[in-house]
């Protein structure tokens, strides 16, 4: 074998090698990011909510129906449930999902979403929920939707716990199903 031919092998194997890091790279950011922009808008929806509810009681964020997704796709359901866990409100965009134990996320968060779809984890970056707030993953039906629950109140008296679900399906399905992205 040629001086030449060794080389071009070498160097033809370094590029390929150097091209499969940068693509995996690329594909890890991309796919946390989609995961980690959900997150925020969950944490956001939850901190409105809990505004109308301190301020008045109920938010009138119950009474947007949010069923048509957004431009970038999203769906957000919102519930309420009183101190002692029981379902309370509702938004119009629930599609019927089973009611859920509040307290769970906060005694047992989830970890970040992407983590059960990425090969390769080379990212540890998450959305830093509030004291009172934690993130959860239920399984409806075959599909994983995002929740952050909310906890209401002060550190003595609980007035209740907010609720923001998102489907993960479109995220979970990967880049090909991305609009608007």
């Known amino acids: 074998m040629t001086l030449r031919l060794r ?12 091209l499969t890091a940068v693509g995996l790279v690329g594909y890890t950011a991309s796919v946390s990011e989609q995961f980690l922009a ?9 901190r409105l909510v809990e505004s109308g ?18 431009k970038g796709g999203t769906v957000m359901v919102l519930r ?36 059960d779809l990425l090969p390769l984890p080379l990212t ?5 929920p509030s004291a009172n707030g934690a993130f959860g ?22 007035m209740g716990y907010v609720e923001a679900l998102t489907p993960l399906g479109r995220v979970d399905q ?3 199903t991305w609009r608007g992205c």
């Open 7 to 18: 080389l071009s092998l070498w160097y033809g194997t370094l590029c390929a090698l150097t």
């Open 38 to 46: 959900l997150d925020r808008i969950l944490v956001v929806s939850a």
């Open 53 to 70: 509810m301190r301020t008045y009681g109920r938010s009138y964020a119950f009474e947007t129906d949010t069923t048509e997704q957004t």
């Open 80 to 115: 309420s449930y009183a101190p002692s866990g029981a379902l309370m409100y509702r938004s119009p965009s629930d599609p019927g999902l089973p009611e859920t134990r509040p307290q769970r996320p906060l005694s047992d968060p989830a970890p970040p979403a992407y983590l």
């Open 124 to 128: 540890n970056a998450h959305v830093t």
């Open 137 to 158: 993953t239920l399984m409806v039906d075959g599909q994983r939707w995002r929740r952050y629950v909310l906890q209401v109140g002060t550190a003595r008296k609980t």
């Open 174 to 176: 990967g880049p090909a």
